[in-house]
């Protein structure tokens, strides 16, 4: 038996010196929130800067991990970057300057694209720009094998000569060229990389069965704002016509959703009212329909402000995930810890990816009733969940347990926070704004003994 085999689960995350969060559940929520820029936008528009020939200036970026990494991969292929955190009122926010004037390398490292995933989106852009791409293939990941077929096969049909060889795909095309491409699969990362790849090439590209995602629409606007000609973008036909050059811009990325979607989630579970801003009530559709059908109250206070509220009763519901404007897979372990605690049976089924119900044997920790019988979860109602030692097994299953945790009677461990903090800006910072009882602890910083913070 190996050292960490033998090491009792909970007590893992300590013996490895990685930080853990302490949660002193029960606590009421009240106030206000920020809600930050979208990660799955700011991610993919930072790849977009390959595009222009001169400087793009984005604001309102999250300060987060993947951000930092994905700044790392562009200036692999010698893009300068300039990171700025003091520029914009949203705290923690950053305005990012990405001058791709030049681009002196062609193949991103291995090493920084295996931890970020959202990275082989540069494949599009960076061939359209140079002629050449060479990115390692991500690999799969905690909630699937996430092929990337689709994103090869329509650079192909654009007229790109492209083959994979140990491990790297190699892409190349003097120019590209207008395809009509039909995606098997309306994959986000799909449309984006052959939008992008689209913009600079030769005639018009169409996009059947496109991916209509709130951060399509953002590329998209982005993209025209540096001079693209995109129309179409938010429905499943997108129509680009190519342009031979594109110029700089100025940009602001939109509310982060899926942030906006765990603050929601946050105040659901904790019976509280608290208030949500800025974000897009239009993007949260499904997820609102979900809580109101659960019995919570959310109200539009104005067009950027959101308001949740307890409900008497909260009862079970069934939800399937789908592509957008269906319900969105990021929601899904969120929406688990609450039904957790919603009177009588939930049925979830996890259409998008195979294998994302990571979250469920930690929610059973802590006191859930759940069985899962392929991509189904049966979740029957229990009357109160208790704190637990529990680990994130990926980014929105952290960001559950956390949620779960907020609800739980007594304290919660939950370790893995290199997955949480790779989606979300100063949660813990966040969540004691809105009152919860909350602590991040590095193991070897002191005493693991921590004291819970007194309710205020
Ligand atoms: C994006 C989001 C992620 C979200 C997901 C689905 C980013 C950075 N990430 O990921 O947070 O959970 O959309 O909303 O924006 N597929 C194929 N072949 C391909 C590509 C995808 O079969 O070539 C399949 C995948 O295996 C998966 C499904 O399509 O089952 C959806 O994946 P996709 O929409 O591509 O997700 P991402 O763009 O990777």
């Given at each position: ?76 292929l010698g893009v300068k970057i300039n990171f700025d955190s003091n520029t914009d009122a949203t705290a923690g926010a950053k305005t990012l300057t990405i001058d791709a004037s030049t681009i002196t390398q062609t193949e991103a490292p291995y090493e920084l694209v295996s931890q970020l995933r959202a990275s082989f989106f ?259 109602g229990v009357p109160f969940l208790s704190g637990a030692p529990v680990s994130g097994t990926d980014l929105r299953a952290s960001a559950a347990l956390v949620v779960a945790a907020l609800a739980a009677e007594g304290q919660s461990t939950i370790s893995g926070l290199q997955y949480l903090d790779r989606g979300y800006e ?31």
């Amino acid at each position: 038996m190996t050292l960490s085999q033998s090491i009792p689960k909970d007590t893992a995350s300590l013996v490895e010196d990685k930080p853990v969060l302490h949660i002193w559940g029960r606590s009421p929520l009240k106030g206000h929130v920020s809600i930050s820029g979208a990660k799955n936008s700011a991610l993919v528009l930072m790849t977009g800067a390959l595009l222009a020939s001169d400087a793009c200036i984005l604001r309102n970026v999250p300060a987060l991990a993947d951000i930092g990494s994905m700044g790392q991969i562009l200036s692999a292929l010698g893009v300068k970057i300039n990171f700025d955190s003091n520029t914009d009122a949203t705290a923690g926010a950053k305005t990012l300057t990405i001058d791709a004037s030049t681009i002196t390398q062609t193949e991103a490292p291995y090493e920084l694209v295996s931890q970020l995933r959202a990275s082989f989106f540069a494949l599009g852009p960076l061939l359209a720009r140079t002629g050449v791409a060479k990115m390692p293939l991500p690999g799969g990941c905690a909630i699937g094998a996430r092929p990337v077929a689709l994103h090869v096969r329509g650079l192909q049909q654009m007229g790109a000569d492209v083959y994979i060889e140990h491990g790297v795909v190699h892409a190349y095309a003097k120019r590209l060229k207008g395809a009509r491409i039909y995606l098997d699969y309306p994959s986000v990362g799909a449309t984006e990389t052959l939008m992008m790849a689209a913009a600079l090439a030769e005639g018009e590209t169409i996009l059947e069965n496109a991916a209509q995602e709130p951060e399509v629409i953002d590329l998209a606007n982005f993209c025209n704002a540096m001079g693209a000609k995109i129309q179409g973008a938010g429905t499943n036909s997108i129509v680009i016509e190519g342009v031979p050059r594109l110029h700089g811009v100025d940009y602001n990325i939109i509310p982060d959703r899926i942030e906006a979607g765990t603050f929601l989630m946050a105040g659901a579970i904790t019976q509280s009212e608290i208030t949500l801003s800025p974000v897009v009530p239009e993007h949260l559709t499904a997820v609102i329909a979900k809580l109101k059908d659960i019995g919570v109250r959310v109200v539009q206070e104005d067009h950027q402000t959101l308001r949740v509220m307890p409900g008497a009763v909260l009862r079970g519901t069934d939800i399937e995930t789908l592509p957008y404007p269906g319900f969105p897979t990021d929601m899904q372990a969120l929406f688990m810890a609450l039904l957790t605690l919603c009177e009588g049976n939930s049925v979830i089924t996890e259409t998008v990816f195979e294998n994302r119900l990571g979250h469920v044997p930690e929610l059973i920790r802590m006191g859930a009733d759940i069985r899962v019988k392929g991509n189904h979860a049966v979740i029957c109602g229990v009357p109160f969940l208790s704190g637990a030692p529990v680990s994130g097994t990926d980014l929105r299953a952290s960001a559950a347990l956390v949620v779960a945790a907020l609800a739980a009677e007594g304290q919660s461990t939950i370790s893995g926070l290199q997955y949480l903090d790779r989606g979300y800006e100063n949660i813990e910072a966040k969540l004691r704004g809105l009152g919860a009882r909350i602590e991040r602890v590095q193991p070897n910083s002191g005493s693991m003994l921590v004291e819970a913070p007194s309710l205020v």
